[in-house]
């Protein structure tokens, strides 16, 4: 079973940029969508953008549309996640996961999570 590892998290300012990575072990993304989700301080987990490791497609939450972008690396076998012009309620653990059923933002469609990082945006 794959086993993902999610680095590139830490702390920015308003209006700033970081690229979230998702390494996979152990396995392969061939077969899967690869979603990167979050959880909030206090709040439940959501979703916030997957990949279909196969066709490139790609899905988002309204939230983070037009300033995330979702992308792929089949040589590394990486996934990452840029944020673009983050906003302080971006602040939460980024957990990457994998999914079979396309179009899904339900948690509960999510397996193989990993340990997550931490993304902090202060004002």
């Known amino acids: 079973q794959v086993q993902l590892v999610e680095s590139g998290g830490g702390s920015v300012q308003a209006g700033g940029s970081l690229r979230l990575s998702c390494a996979a072990s152990?396995?392969?993304?061939?077969?899967?969508?690869v979603g990167w989700l979050r959880q909030a301080p206090g709040k439940e987990r959501e979703f916030v953008a997957a990949?279909?490791?196969?066709?490139?497609?790609?899905y988002y939450a309204n939230s983070v549309k037009g300033r995330f972008t979702i992308s792929r690396d089949n040589a590394k076998k990486l996934v990452y996640l840029q944020m673009n012009s983050l906003k302080p309620e971006d602040t939460a653990v980024y957990y990457c996961?994998?999914?079979?059923?396309?179009?899904?933002?339900?948690?509960?469609?999510?397996?193989?999570w990993g340990q997550g990082t931490q993304v902090t945006v202060s004002s």
């Open positions: 152990g396995g392969t993304f061939s077969s899967s969508i």
């Open positions: 996961a994998t999914s079979h059923i396309y179009g899904s933002t339900k948690v509960a469609d999510f397996g193989s």
């Open positions: 990949i279909v490791w196969s066709s490139f497609g790609t």
